[in-house]
Every structure is written in structure tokens, then in C-alpha cells.
């Protein structure tokens, strides 16, 4: 109704509840403005609330895809890590004898060391600059497809991602690339004469506290949770150890089987792979670390995205509640289910609701002054809508302790709630219900599925402590569009009834999860071709020697088809390793943020790991098809010159 006509119906009077609500949109900077003045304007009982802090049930949704959104431009800076770390490897690598020359001819080591960081430089300009265009205009391309299917307008991009972009990538090249690409200042001389010689100069434990550095800020930076940056962190680099120490215990296993010959492998194209995987064992280790690393990566966005997606759907399904009745007065229980169940509604659950006021933790009063917190104010200074169940509601989840005896003196307790009050299990809490105080101890702690759009409350006590005290009852279900709405039928039958209608809530929800699934899937894709980018860098890291072995191989009288079956065996194995390690690394990573971070229980699949060894293998032999398949091609004479 018009709030002119307010007035006049005599609705509002002394006592009533009464909620007014000032609803403001337009320019971000002009909402931020009038939010920075109201906040100094604030009177008691007054709060702001935007999407983010008003509704649980999109600020669920949105967290977690925050929390995905961080993921991916984690996983995203480690797979250009690795990209990097394998071509400023192979980079070094060749061009040591192009500056084993300069440094024969006289040019000093400190010239040669401006110069290689000059191009360094270069090269990290260079790259971020087209990086960040290219980005432009996929930001562009996307905007333009999503925006009919959003139905909103898009705002266009701001500077931030640019610098963000371009600080990226220095730090990703500086933390990754300049080790190897520096350390050819420290070629000696020596080297044009004897090739055996190689690069000197700074350990290798600089670079690893360089890439370990770089990638933790960057972890840090993009992730803006503690929480899930550490995990990441510490999921990565506990994966890096392992894969390392297993690839090396393999090719001490593989040596073995090698050196016994025909009597253990027959197939000639076998022991040639085995002995060409297990001879290089450096450049071996790297490289099937590399491509455990880049697997794992992929394989956990797939894990997390897959199952929190089906986590979204499942929280917020189409049949969600999308009504809530109120003020059900006890003995009036049977009447509504009867005429819900009439109008086709399914099972009803009904709640029992109590006023209360907290009053004292501990034998301590409190009050809105002990607080800080404007939300933790604002609840010590109104009543809780408190509940008694026998058994913990279905859609909660128990995080801590355990739940109560029915007839105990006990409390069950939201994790928010928890943490914005200061509470801990064990807490004496006392209320104030009808003009009785009421003590119970907190036993739980409950995580709420807000996306349900279930009934939930912050505070459940047991039966023993409630049961007796002043109550209603208040139930949620679902209204199907297309079936006659039970809501007036209801009214009529039980005038004391109060029905919301959450069906406009719900579709913002399902709108807003439909939008954010779909750009989940977008940022995966295009995560997932980075992905295969880095393991063709990681097979083409070793061209360079594999050409040479090849060449020598063919002039002792290998044939062709020897040496690309010894390819494929060796590429395979390669792969199926790498794709093991890595499904192992992504569903233990996967369990650990799942738990911690994003909410949902994720379990360990045996065929997720039968799946990643088979993608691990044919991505091997598809990248290393790509970047291998004119080693065989060049004539054995001229790659031998060329070496």
C-alpha cells in the first residue's frame, strides 16, 4: 500500500513492530558516498545491509564464488610459473654458447649480466603488455555474449586489472625466469673449447627462494583469504616434494629393470624408452614434476568446480521453499498440515519459535555496550528467535561438539553467531523468555545451509529447556508455479497467520547461481588451455637432447619406426606418472578445501584417479606429438651437425 495511506488503517500503534527500509541503487561511487555518510549518521537500531551482508543466502553464493574466482587466478599464476620456469630453463640452455662466445671475445661479465637483465626486461614488458591486450579483448568478446544472457548491463573494465596484469607478469618472470636467464653471465669462457662446461655462479637454492617468494605474494595477493592461500601453498609444495622423491625412486626401480635386459622386457622400443627416461634424471625429475604440478592444477579446479557446482544445485534446487507462515498457534498443527498437504504440498515440517533475550555469558551480564561490532550490538539488543529440537535439523551441519540429550540444559549454536559474539563451547548462556531466565550450555556448534531457503535459526536449545515456555510455530514450503497457490485457502481457514512470499528471493538466488556457473565454466575453459600450453612447454624443454639422442641413435642403425614407438612408450609413461601423482595431489587438495574453505564434503573417488592417469597420458602423447614430431623428421647428419 502507499505509506500515505499508512495511517489510516490504524495498523501502527504503540508496541508495533515496525521496520522502515531506505532502498538505494545507482553509480558505485555515489552508493559508496552516501554509504560513508550514513554510517556517521547511524542511530541505534539503525544498519546498512547490501547484497553482500543482508541476505545469508546470496552472500553463500557469492563468497564461494569469490573463493573459486580466487582459485583460479591461483592455480592460473601457477601454471604460468611452471610455463615460465621450463622456457627460461630450455632458454639458458641453448644460448650458452652464444655467450660463452661473447664472453671469449672480452665483454665482461657485468656487461653481460646488464644486458641479459635489459632483455629480461624487455621480454617481461613485451609479454605483459600483449598479455593484458589480448585479455582486453576476450573481456570484450565476453562482455558482448554475456550480457543478453545476464539480461544486466556490464560495467566496463577499470585500470586495476591492467596493472594487475602487467605486475603479474614481472613478478612471475623475475620470480621464475631470472635465475636461469641471469645465470648466463657466469658461462665460462672455457666453453667455446670444451662443451662440456656449463653455467656457474649463483645456487639454485636463490632460485628457489626467489620462486617460492614471488609465488607466495602473488598466492597472497590474489587470494584474499589466509585460509585458502595456505592451503594452496602448502598443498603444492607438499605435492612438489613427493612427486620428486617418487619420480626418483621410479628411475632407481626402472634402472634396475633396465640393466637386466631382455630376460624382464622384450620389446626393444621399451628398454630404449626406459633407458632414455631413466638416463636423464635431472632433466627427467623436472620435467614430470612439471607436468604433475600443471596436471594437478587442472585436475583440482575440475575436482572443485565439478563438485561445487553440484553442491550450488543441490543447496538451491528448483523445489526450494519459496513461502514462509508464522505465528502458528499451538493446537492449530494438524489444521495446517492438513490444508497444505490438500493443496499438494509434500512433507511439512513445522518449527517451534520463542522470543528471548540474551542477557548474560558466564554470569556475566550483557548488553549492546560490551560489543564493537555493530552486528553483535544490534543482537544482544534485540530478542532471538530461539528453537528446541530432539533431533539436529537436516539441512545443518555439526562442526563442533556434539548434539544435546533431549532432556540436558543445552544450546546449539551458529558458527556466525559464535564467532560475532565472542562464544565458545562450554558457555553458560543465559535468556530472558516471557520474564524467565533460562540457562543452557553451549554443546554445538551448527554450519547453516542458507541456500536452502530452509527454516534455520541461530539458536537451538533442547526440548527440557523450552518445551513449557510461550511459543508459535512456523513452517516454509514450496509453491509450484503452475498448481493453484494454497496461501489465500490458508489465510482464510487461519486468519492468524503470517505468509511471506521468498519466491522473488529464491529467483534471485537461482539467477544469480545460473550467472555466476556460468562464468565459472568460461574462466575454466580458458584455464584448461593454459593448462595444455604448459605441458607442451614441458615435453619441448627436452627437444633440444632428444633431437641429439635420436640422431645418434639412427646413425647406429635405430630405424624410424624404433625410435617413435620408444617415443610413445616413453611419452606414456611419462604422462600416465605425471597423471597419477597429480589426481592423487588434486582430490587430497580438493578434500582439504572442500572442508575448509568452500563448505562441502568432497570424497575421495578411486575413478578420479583411474581418469587423471588416462588424461595425464593422453595429453602427454598429444602435447609431446605437437612439439616432438620433427624430431624423427630431420635427417640424422644434419642434427648432429647442429649439435
Known sequence: ?????????????????????????????????????????????????????????????????????????????????????????????????????????????????????????????????????????????????????????????????????????????????????????????????????????????????????????????????????????????????????????????????????????????????????????????????????????????????????????????????NRFAINIQPGQEQGVVAALTRGGIGKVELYPMIRGRLVAINDRPVGPADYEGERARRLVDREFNLSYLADAPGHNRIIQGQWFEPQAMEVSIESGILSTLGLKLGDLLAFEVAGQRIEVRASSVRKLNWDSMKVNFFMILSPAALRDAPQTLITAYHQPAGRAPVDAELIREFPNLTIFDTGHLLRQVQTMLDQVVLAVQLLFLMTLAAGVVVLYTALAASRDERIREAALMRALGASRAQLARAQLWELGLSGGLAGLLASVGALTIGMLLGSQVFGFELEFRWSGVLAGTGAGMSLALIAGWLGLRGVLRAPPLASLREA
Do not use: K
Open 1 to 321: 500500500m502507499r505509506l500515505d495511506d499508512l495511517a489510516a488503517t490504524g495498523l501502527v500503534q504503540p508496541a508495533s513492530r515496525v521496520t522502515y527500509r531506505l532502498l538505494v541503487s545507482g553509480e558505485s561511487a555515489a552508493v559508496a558516498g552516501f554509504e560513508n555518510w550514513a554510517r556517521e549518521a547511524l542511530e541505534r537500531g539503525m544498519r546498512i545491509e547490501s547484497l553482500e551482508t543482508g541476505r545469508p543466502e546470496l552472500r553463500n553464493t557469492l563468497d564461494r564464488a569469490e573463493q573459486f574466482l580466487a582459485l583460479v587466478a591461483l592455480l592460473s599464476a601457477l601454471i604460468a610459473a611452471v610455463a615460465i620456469g621450463l622456457s627460461a630453463r630450455r632458454f639458458a640452455e641453448r644460448h650458452l654458447d652464444g655467450c660463452a662466445v661473447m664472453r671469449a671475445i672480452g665483454v665482461r661479465q657485468r656487461t653481460l649480466l646488464t644486458v641479459l637483465g635489459l632483455e629480461l626486461l624487455w621480454v617481461a614488458l613485451a609479454g605483459g603488455i600483449t598479455g593484458v591486450a589480448l585479455g582486453w579483448l576476450v573481456h570484450l568478446a565476453l562482455v558482448q555474449v554475456l550480457a543478453p544472457m545476464i539480461g544486466l548491463p556490464l560495467p566496463p573494465a577499470g585500470m586495476l586489472p591492467v596493472f594487475q596484469g602487467l605486475a603479474t607478469g614481472l613478478v612471475l618472470l623475475l620470480g621464475f625466469g631470472a635465475w636461469p636467464f641471469l645465470r648466463l653471465a657466469g658461462v665460462p669462457a672455457l666453453r667455446v673449447l670444451r662443451r662440456e662446461l656449463g653455467q656457474t655462479g649463483a645456487s639454485p637454492l636463490i632460485a628457489l627462494a626467489l620462486a617460492l617468494s614471488a609465488f607466495i605474494g602473488l598466492l597472497l595477493w590474489f587470494s584474499a583469504d589466509l585460509r585458502l592461500a595456505l592451503i594452496a601453498i602448502g598443498g603444492f609444495a607438499a605435492g612438489a616434494a613427493v612427486f620428486v622423491l617418487f619420480t626418483w625412486g621410479m628411475m632407481q626401480l626402472v634402472g634396475g629393470l633396465r640393466h637386466r635386459g631382455a630376460t624382464v622386457l622384450r620389446s626393444p622400443a621399451i628398454r630404449l624408452a626406459l633407458a632414455s627416461w631413466s638416463r636423464r634424471r635431472s632433466a627427467s625429475i623436472a620435467q614430470m614434476v612439471a607436468l604433475a604440478i600443471g596436471l594437478m592444477a587442472l585436475l583440482l579446479l575440475t575436482v572443485v568446480r565439478t563438485d561445487l557446482i553440484d553442491g550450488w544445485r543441490r543447496a538451491s534446487p528448483p523445489d526450494a521453499p
